[in-house]
């Protein structure tokens, strides 16, 4: 049988890859940058600039702040390290089939299955490194013939692709227990009856081994050395609805459209139904001969996978749709699809029409665009013009969460200068607020009547003008 | 014209209500005195922590305004009560109610019940109604019911919306209840400006932003100090006439307050001062029994003391303190009291103290001053690992009724203040935490504010002068009180007639409302009883002595002996490791400079090393003139009484304090002022008011101005770390007696010091390495011969040390005690024999480390392997070896190093820098030893491990850094400039190399002023010795 052969790439940087991506200019490549783990308060990704200034791995940020003044910190996101991970992997997946995640930062492949089709270890080398060198990212790489025994090479940055057993073998041996996976209580434990390395730990009998120590060690030996599998879960890409379908003949009209639509929907549905998932938002792209795609993205307040409903809320996007071109293809994705939870109805809930709240205002949404719904919202502040505020996302229902004083019903947008003769009836109350942020207010406000013996709500500042601010009904 | 009201503010909260008030006590009584107020009463919640300040705060500034004592209480969510108290029996009433109801709750908080309320019956009580109409028609009916004509409806107006409602409410109330309303402002500031500040303590006390936080702030900032006219605008002319009525009542003063001591220590027949002149005399008879007669002197000195004593009535103290220190007699620990009072002859001959008033007659003079006022104060430490013992005796003798520990009042500082702040304007955690531990407190000269500049918050941003102006003004304000750490105040009767106590966050521990500051102002004695590592070491090399060598002592006996020569001479070449305290790098550069030859000798070393003599510059003075008398001179005859002693230099506190009277004319009074502000002038800056009249008073008297400003410098200097000559005195005798041992007995002296570890400045392997310079031999642990203290043993025709197993890390006492208890007489024979009994791995396995089993096994590896098979147990094969041991590498050289620092801290074999040179892996370089061939001004490397970086306050950005070769250690000194550009080796080196320039100054103390600092500590990987860094 041939035997196994594993490539491990760890990339320790791909957050500062990332941003350094992002931002060609920045001053990445001479400032000091560290990403920090918020949960432990240590450095989790260096540049070199900060390993220059004696900045390393797993130090607290107090002491990587005294080594560097000018120190740039910023924290550790899981999703852009993943995502930037996922991205290499797809890449990677055009050229080599089994890909496994390790980690949140490394990629291991298997090497021995895809040689045949490569011929030889150099040749899928120069493939793999091609891939990668377009991704932009700083990575470490070995071959090993276990998982762990690339990893362990990779991560001590050997750098190295070989078959040959002997020369990784002897450099596993020569491997610190520091950079194994074993836990520092493990490694501790060991050094402390003199096993400082690998080849140390392999001169003593496994059984011995295993009187004394935790399984894990055994197992991570057994592991190491290929006498036990080790058995990873290979990368499939992402599944989730994208269709795309080239349509038979050419259509003008919009009417036309809702046919071939329907049958995308229908498809979607059918997809949704068989993973039991609901999603909130569809984007359609009409392709038009010789003109540019259109983009319609539609969304569902509430998660929708009936391809009924989902043609409801089209039809009403398509009336304000004109189209410049015939257009010759679509294309359906579907995103922010989730599991279905089932819906808590209650029975007495009161008297409902056929429409939910949700889906009322998905209605209305789609209908007149996202941007002209609005909810109003009690804000929790003493100043009056804050304290209603219109919301773009009704997400619930408005609360009573806390009884007001008594205020006009009718409030002006702004105050007005008050021209009128009042008569003061209540007050003051004086509102002095705000100083931490742009609107600070002081008033002192009154409740007043005019003239024709209408309830005014008006209020004095400090400089002594006097504003009309609401009407009581 | 509008007639003028007068207005008492009858219901206020300080920022002793924490979280709430957002106003020192002292600002709330000095506004409402500027405002004319007739009256002001503190009525923290359900706390009088504050009253003391404010009370403090009227005396001192002769303020014009009448101070009443009350609290706020709330009863669930429906009542809301201030209690005020009239006389001393509602003071009382008040003390033993907040008592009850803070014992109820954890620390911190409270909980009222209703007999708590139904108890009241000599407090006033001012109700403020929630304003919903059942529930303050139930509690105007019961407060009329039971508290009569004491109550009043208190209407407080804040401008807040629908206040005319609650108005109606109000007298409506009133009407039906019959309840008089007053006016009160509910005051939380004593300034409109501190609303800010008000904001963000509600935000901390919500754990929300302020942003967040909306209508949970105050509105406005009514509550504050409002001016009469104002008020007179607010409230009917009725209301505000009513504070006044009630005010009136109140004539009680905390002035009032008597103490009163535990009588029980008297006997029955005779007065407190009989006794205490009985006791006296007995003790004369001990003290003075041997080594010479009785002066007349020191007869005629008694005789003052005890007078004085007796006018100023604190017989009761004295006597209380002896007690105490019977207490320990009986049970033989070891103890020493210091403060004023205590080197007096009274406490000599009352074994209080061991300062023999005859070695340093020239102290007696200075006893408790009648003109100033002054209470006496004597603080006694105890041996540190039995202080414990004293505190149950002293709860149980009293019972906790009557005792209770003073409070220590923790309060903003620096960092707490900058994350709590930035906490209320929602600053991310991290970048907080970022702030906070990149503000270089190592680099003070950089501000802060600047320092915060420089990490991203601009601090012309309107955020960023917020931000600045609330950390600058919560810093101060009280976070909580905590226990002091020996201070007790013991009573005739229960203390909660005096001052409430609240549980304390130690089980079965109390603490008073107030701190020692308080008590001193209100003239309330406490009782300290603190704890002293040294005594422990002291008492255990007593014990050795006695056991080993079977000679007795006693600190009395060894100051008896009168000044040692070769003591003294040992500490001249500072070699005082280990000795109490001239044993820090200051103090161990300054002894070849001093040479300490006397007793007093050695006092003066011991104050003036310090950071107020060195910032006030009187050390090189001190040196001058001591070299050369001539040089001395007096300004005039009675400052010459006053300097004599000290070569014409002020180096203790109380000589300041004496110079402000004698040449400034200050009265006893003023200068007891001046004293108190010293403490804290950093804190409140009130010492600069008294320059003006120190200065005009100097001249005035004909002394130079430029005298005068050096005086005013030199009492600034003395702020926060002045010491008194009697402190001083008192450890001056421990550091003479440490050192005799350390001369005489220097086995002895080391195991003492190495079992009473922790303390002190020095760790184990520093305090062994310095035995074997000494030639004490010292062996290792052993399962058969180690103890789990340090053991003396007789080898080679002297004494050893044999390093007990209390040196291993991981290991417990108990355990260890176990194994000891089973060792057969002829100790185990085979490694299995200890394993069968059982104990836990981890126990065994640390042992194995540390080279225990030496004796009886291989090597520390093999020994540790075979204990941790865990399938061989069966009694069987007891004495034979479950596996043959023969892939297992023998330990190097380095690793037999590193495990010896890993499993005890200290190698007795090799050093790291002995296997780096036999690695030939070092420069060349000088050996610590090889120091003194130099010549000053050379220039030198060097390299060892970092053993210590001490960054002492006055050193102005100086580190000092300890290097360990395995010669001796050698003194770096690292200026700041060198420290921030080489901050890589500096801050993270274990072991460095440093070049520099050599300098010898008189006296022949040697550093190195670093120049390069190169980190070399990846030569020796994995070596576990840490170095200590001290702040």
Redesign the interface.
Known sequence: MMQHLWLYLHFPNLQLDALLQQNPESNIHTQAYVI?D?RT?QVCQLNHAAYQ??IRLSM????A???N?DLQ?I?YQREITQNRLSDIAQSLYLVTSDICFFNDNSLLLRVHNMLTLYGNLHAYWQVVQHQLSQQEVVFHYATGHSPLGAKLLANTAWDQITDNPNEIQKTIAGSALQDTDLTPKAVEKL??????TIQ?LL???LA?IA???DMEVATYIGKLTAQIPHPVQFFHPKKSFDRFIELLYDIENVQVLQAPLKQLLQGLEEFLKTRDLLTQTLVFILSQRDEKSIELNIHSQQGEYLAQSWAVLISLKLENIVLSAPVFAIRLIAKNTYIRTPEKNDLFAGKQGKLSRLQLISLLQAKLGEEAVFTPTL????RPEQVIQSSIRPAKPIQTF?LY??RPSFLLPSPQRLHEKVSIA?G??????G???PKPI?R??FMARNQLGQWYWVFKTPQGDWYLHGVFS | MAKTHQYAELFCQSNFSFLYGASHPQELVKQADFLSYHAIAITDECSVAGIARAYTAIKEHDLNIKLIIGSLFRFGEDLELVLLCPDRLAYAELCRTITNARKRAPKGEYQLNQWDLLGIKHCLAIWLPKGTQEIDDHWGAWLKKHYKRKVWLGYQRHLQANEHRYLTHIQQLSGKHQLTICACGGILMHQQQRLPLQHALTAIRKGKPISELGRQLLPNSERYLRPINKLSTLYQSAWLEETLTIANLCTFSLASLRYEYPSELVPDNKTASEYLRELVIKGLGLRFATGGRLTFAIKRIIIKELRLIKELKYEYFFLTIYDVVQFAQQQKILYQGRGSAANSIVCYCLQITAVDPRQISVLFERFISKERQEEPDIDVDFEHERREEIIQYIYQKYGRERTAIAATVTTYRSKSAIREIGRAFAINESQLDFFIKNINHRDMQLGWQTQIAELGLDPSSLQGKQFVSLVNEIKGFPRHLSQHVGGFVISQGPLYHLVPIENAAMQDRSVIQWDKDDLESLGLLKVDVLALGMLTAIRKSFALIEKHYQHHFSIAQITALGDDKQVYSMIQQADTVGVFQIESRAQMSMLPRLKPATFYDLVIQIAIVRPGPIQGGMVHPFLKHRANPKLIEHQSPELKKVLDRTSGVPIFQEQVIKIAMVAAGFSGGEADKLRRAMGSWKKTGELTSFKDKLITGMSQRGYTLDYAERIYKQICGFGEYGFPESHSASFAVLAYVSSWLKYYYPAAFYVGLLNSLPMGFYSANQLIQDAQRHHVDILPVCINHSSYDHLLQYKNRSWAIRLGIRLVKGINRQETMELIEKRPMSGFKHINQVKKLKFSRQFLEALASANAFHTISGNRFESRWQLMDNQDSLDLFQNQLSDPITNLPSPSKSQTLIEDYNATSISLYSHPITLLKEANLLPKYTQATQLNNKKHSSAVTVIGVVTCRQRPGTSKGVTFLTLEDDSGNVNVVVWLATARAQKQAYLKANILKVSGILERGDGGVTHIIAGKLEDISHLVDGLANRSRNFH
């Open positions: 920090l918020e308060n200034s004696g607290g940020l107090g002491t702040a005294m080594l003044g910190v924290p050094q402390r009856v003199g096993i400082y140390d001169k003593v009998p011995d009187k004394r120590f804000t929790n502040d003493y806390q004083p008594l209540y003051p109350e004086r509102i002095e607020t100083w931490w942020d002081i002192d406000y």
